[in-house]
């Protein structure tokens, strides 16, 4: 992830989803269905198929959804400030809103098991009920990180919940050359590196420095 489920000072724009509320992006969205219950919710096409995991992962451990107070894409606003939601880039999802209702007296009310926040957090979202201050909104997940890290999170679901193996590389001569637009994250997970960027990152530091977001075009990588 690029970036932390924990940081609310970048909005979903400035992680390059592109415009949110009042920006209509009903075109952006694809729909997704928890396969137990039957429930359908739109969420960014992005997203989609790790959500589609995570609501299936969600339902199979035991907490079932109900189709008719869940939702997912609504071109709004967050409801006491003009900020535009999460919802309107298709990137949260509210699950079995009369259990876990929004309030903003400090109240928690939620019939979420205690699995569920820390499944959801582990593939990028963050959760409504960990919000600091008075406002909680326990029905509401949402992903914090930017379009790549959705298929990072992806790629990382499919072989955790999945147990999808890692296609084995095809042909590995040990180096790669960096293009535009990698990123060590997407280079590791392109190439099924064992252990995912770290290790890649730390058998080329001499080349790439200290920060490890800093690779360039045309660099030439070792591979672990
Ligand atoms: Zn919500």
Same mark, same amino acid.
């Given at each position: 992830?690029?970036?932390?489920?924990?940081?609310?000072?970048?909005?979903?724009?400035?992680?390059?989803?592109?415009? *949110?509320?009042? %920006? =209509? $992006?009903?075109?952006?969205?694809? #729909?997704?269905?928890?396969?137990? +219950?039957?429930?359908?919710v739109n969420v960014h096409r992005r997203v989609a198929p790790l959500v589609d995991i995570l609501l299936d992962e969600t339902e199979r451990r035991g907490y079932r959804l109900d189709p008719h107070t869940? *939702?997912?894409? %609504? =071109? $709004?606003?967050?409801?006491?400030? #003009?900020?535009?939601?999460?919802? +309107?880039?298709?990137?949260?999802?509210?699950?079995?809103?009369?259990?876990?209702?929004?309030?903003?007296?400090?109240?928690?009310?939620?019939?979420?098991?205690?699995?569920?926040?820390?499944?959801?957090?582990?593939?990028?979202?963050?959760?409504?009920?960990n919000y600091k201050g008075k406002?909680?909104?326990?029905?509401?997940?949402?992903?914090?990180?930017?379009?790549?890290?959705a298929d990072d999170m992806l790629a990382r679901a499919r072989r955790e919940i999945l147990g999808h193996k890692p296609?084995?590389?095809?042909?590995?001569?040990?180096?790669?050359?960096?293009k535009n637009g990698d990123s060590l994250s997407a280079i590791a997970n392109r190439l099924h590196l064992a252990g995912g960027w770290r290790p890649l990152y730390d058998l080329n530091r001499g080349v790439i420095g200290p920060n490890p977001d800093q690779i360039r075009p045309g660099m030439v990588l070792r591979l672990p």
């Open positions: 992830m690029r970036f932390s489920i924990r940081d609310y000072s970048v909005s979903a724009k400035g992680k390059g989803w592109g415009d *949110g509320w009042p %920006a =209509n $992006r009903s075109k952006d969205m694809a #729909r997704v269905k928890a396969d137990r +219950s039957g429930t359908r869940c *939702g997912g894409y %609504a =071109n $709004r606003a967050t409801r006491k400030s #003009r900020k535009p939601s999460n919802h +309107s880039w298709g990137l949260a999802v509210d699950l079995n809103w009369h259990r876990n209702p929004e309030n903003w007296h400090g109240v928690l009310h939620t019939d979420l098991p205690s699995w569920v926040v820390p499944l959801w957090n582990r593939y990028g979202f963050a959760w409504g009920g406002h909680k909104d326990p029905m509401h997940f949402e992903f914090m990180g930017a379009p790549a890290d296609a084995p590389a095809p042909h590995n001569p040990g180096k790669y050359t960096v």
